[in-house]
């Protein structure tokens, strides 16, 4: 009686012990959220400042500072729309894990947002490029720097593993990857990755249809 006692005693530490573990687990993930939610919001903030600075020194008449050509890790450094979606994000200089949990990163040794390439962009299923799950062939896309906006239109949509990873090969023309892991709804690792690749449209009279600044 005593041995069934201490085992019914122990199942209930162990159940509540993983109940305890569980619910912290839970909560780490939902400060990580809100962790990155808050940032893109603090993000979209920042560059509106920064867009207006920028207008105001063209205003002056005065050239503006140099660019560089690498920001560094975790730099704003442009805005990613997709109006049928109602998404927009703020997009960070870099694809490591500690970036994108504040928001879609600029895919290293890609061209950066605004200059002529294939421009590489990561994002997690999970938070920030969830609403990817809904994108369809020709829909827009903009990507808005200080000094520059493209609207894309997308062309394609692939399902392929992690190592195809000549998607993000350079290109002669103006070309946006956006790439997430697949399946969205897959609990852990997911084991594939959805990749959006998307071309500034042609005009009948052979210009593109992007609007720079």
Known sequence: MVRKDLCLVTERRLGAAVAA?????????ATAVVEG???QWLGHGQF?????????VHAAGKPSAAVNRRPARGTLIAKLQVPRLNMSVVV?????????????????????????G??????HRDTHFRPLRNIQIGDKV????????????????????????????????????????????FIGNAPMRYVIRATPRQNVGGGDTSATR
């Open 21 to 29: 573990i569980g619910t912290l687990m839970i909560l780490l993930a």
């Open 37 to 39: 939610w808050f940032y």
């Open 48 to 56: 509106t400042a920064a867009l207006l600075s920028e207008k105001r």
């Open 92 to 116: 960070l200089e870099g694809s490591d894990d500690g970036t994108l949990k504040k928001g879609p990163g600029h895919i290293e040794e890609t061209a950066l947002p605004g200059e002529l």
């Open 118 to 123: 294939n421009v590489g962009i990561a994002g």
């Open 142 to 185: 903009i990507v808005t720097t200080t000094t520059s906006a493209i609207h894309y239109f997308i062309d394609t949509i692939d399902i392929i593993t992690p190592t195809d990873m000549e998607i993000l090969d350079p290109t002669s023309g103006p070309t946006l990857t956006l790439v997430t892991c697949y399946p969205f709804e």
